[in-house]
Structure formats: C-alpha cells, structure tokens
C-alpha cells in the first residue's frame, strides 16, 4: 500500500470519527431534553426507551443531509406525540387511571389514527422540500417519529404501542408515496 493510499485511509477514518462524534454530542441533549419531557408527561418507565431515540438521532446526525432534515420533521411531530395524554390514546380511560388498576380499554385504533395523521402532517412539511431529496427525507421523517414517540408507548398497552408505531410509519410513508406520485405527474404535464 502506497504513502499516499495510508494516508487518504487514515484521513477518511478520522473525518468519520469526527462526525461520529459530533452526532453523539448533538444526540445526548437531545436525549436528555426527550426524556426530561417523557418523565413529566409519561413517568419513569419511559426513559427505558431513550437508548432507542439517542441510536437513531446519532445515526441521522452522522449522516446528516436530507434525512437529518426529514428526521428533524419528524422528531418534531413525534415530541408532540410523546406528550400527548394518555386518555387521548384510550379513550374510554378515566384521566389519570393506570394501566395496572385495569380501569382502561385496549383502544389501538384510536393510536393508529392519531399515528397516521401525524404521518400525513410530517409529509405535508416534507413536500416543499426539492424533489430529489423528498424520499431520503421522508425516510428520515418516518425515523424521526417513531423514535421520538416511542417513550409514548411504555405507557400503554402492546396493542397502542404498534398501532401508533405502524400508523406513524405507514403515514409517513403513504404521504411521501403520494407527494412522489404528485411530482411525477408534474413532470409528465
């Protein structure tokens, strides 16, 4: 191997370095504000999920570009979705009943939906974005969602927690398909 060959090697490992550093330090924060704010509206049992946001936010920081900006979008969405109360999810509850007095009702639907609508919200934000980034962002959106609403699900049933993981990520995903489907049809006009 050649000076020149090491040397480009150990300049490329270095700058990968860097960058991964740099989106664990811009990822811990963030983790820590998510779970300052899951505490408040969850309890403690959703910091068990943090790992799962921070893993994700470094990744999206790491890569950066389109899908930092879609996961940016929808790390915003899923904020709002992890302070949601959980009566909203359940809606025959009680405010303030628990899932172990077993006063509440198994609802999924009712996460699906608000999933999905928060789905179609992210990808409404998305569409001003230039055409060859929509789908690298919308993908980093569906990421940026699911990771931040997930600390929303340690306080409900299994059944809330996938129907608001599926409908956040179907959502987001049939939104892009039809903001995709828009601009090809654009481009044939």
Not at 44 to 63: N, T
Request: charged share 10%; hydrophobic share 55%.
């Amino acid at each position: 191997m050649t000076s020149y060959a090491q040397s480009s090697r150990f300049a490329r490992r270095a700058y990968e370095v860097a960058r991964l550093r740099r989106a664990i330090a811009r990822a811990a924060p963030l983790g820590a504000l998510l779970g300052l704010l899951a505490v408040m509206a969850i309890g403690p049992s959703a910091l068990a999920w943090l790992p799962v946001f921070v893993l994700v936010w470094a990744a999206l920081e790491w890569r950066g570009g389109a899908l930092l900006r879609g996961g940016r979008v929808g790390a915003l969405l899923g904020a709002l979705v992890a302070i949601v109360p959980a009566s909203v999810f359940m809606s025959c509850c009680q405010a303030g009943c628990t899932m172990a007095s077993g006063l509440c009702c198994n609802t999924s639907r009712a996460c699906a939906g608000l999933g999905a609508l928060v789905g179609l919200g992210a990808a409404a934000l998305l569409a001003r974005l230039p055409a060859r980034e929509r789908t690298t962002a919308t993908f980093g959106a569906g990421l940026g969602v699911v990771a931040t609403a997930v600390p929303r699900c340690a306080g409900l049933m299994f059944g809330e927690g996938v129907g608001l993981v599926l409908g956040l990520a179907l959502g987001t995903a049939a939104a892009g398909l039809v903001c995709l489907t828009v601009e090809r049809l654009r481009r044939l006009a």
